[in-house]
């Protein structure tokens, strides 16, 4: 179902809704899928689901895990088809029209929160994931799979370059954002990281992992300290 209660005021994006899926189904096939089928197929207990997009991660909640999911996402052409594939899902998914900086959720209400290809685009990603730490139980998880800048180098100066214009035709997507550094940084401690580098793709450094809330947030100590 979609909460109009609380819908955001968005005009979404059409095109890019419309033309997601399909642009994505190669690399869907060869690496996201058995990333999204690892990962959201660990997820437990009440789960949400941060920017849903058309819903590619439903197929892949186990319902024997899952208590529930709520997926919110704030574009209506998205939500049209996300609602698709939540009705076909195993697992029981809500979706709303939400967005992650402002969640209308009380602390410690889910056991996972499952982010896919989403902080790159929200507008304020910081705020996102204090929201989302706020709205974990404290020994919840964070699992998530985000394209983030590249280490350095030539890839990182192309992704620099390239972000202002890629914003524009990928629906505010950001190709360089240090998104491993703001998880730390919004009070969780990565548990688990997989880093996977793409020669030739403009979103050259995919990363998937596991975060869970540092007791007290702000960065790790170093090592010695
Ligand atoms: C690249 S799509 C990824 C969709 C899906 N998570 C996936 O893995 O395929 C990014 C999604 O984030 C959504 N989004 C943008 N800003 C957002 C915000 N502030 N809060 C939540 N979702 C947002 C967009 O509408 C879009 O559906």
Redesign the pocket.
């Known amino acids: 179902m979609v909460n109009g209660a609380t819908e955001p005021a968005t005009h979404?994006?059409r095109l890019f809704?419309a033309t997601?899926d399909w642009l994505?189904r190669s690399v869907e096939r060869r690496v996201?899928g058995p990333m999204?089928s690892a990962l959201v197929g660990g997820a437990t207990g009440r789960v949400l689901?941060?920017?849903?997009?058309?819903g590619?991660?439903f197929p892949y909640y186990e319902p024997a895990r899952v208590t529930s999911v709520v997926a919110?996402?704030?574009?209506p052409y998205?939500i049209r088809r996300a609602l698709k594939r939540a009705t076909a899902a195993r697992a029981n998914v809500e979706v709303r029209q939400?967005?992650?900086?402002r969640l209308p959720f009380p602390d410690a209400t889910f056991d996972t929160v499952l982010?896919?290809?989403?902080l790159?685009?929200?507008?304020?990603p910081d705020r996102?994931l204090r929201e989302m730490r706020r709205v974990l139980v404290p020994d919840g998880s964070l699992r998530f799979?985000e394209h983030v800048r590249a280490p350095g180098g030539l890839a990182a100066l192309i992704q620099d370059t390239l972000t202002p214009l890629w914003r524009r035709v990928?629906?505010?997507?950001h190709l360089n954002r240090r998104t491993v550094e703001a998880i730390e940084a919004a009070g969780f401690e990565i548990v688990e990281l997989e880093v996977r580098h793409f020669r030739y793709s403009p979103t050259h450094t995919l990363v998937a992992g596991i975060a869970r809330s540092r007791l007290t947030p702000g960065p790790s100590p170093s090592p010695g300290s």
């Open positions: 979404g994006h809704a997601y994505n996201l999204r689901e941060i920017g849903a997009g058309t590619a991660n919110i996402e704030p574009d998205m939400l967005s992650a900086e982010a896919t290809l989403v790159c685009t929200v507008a304020d996102a799979i990928g629906a505010g997507c």
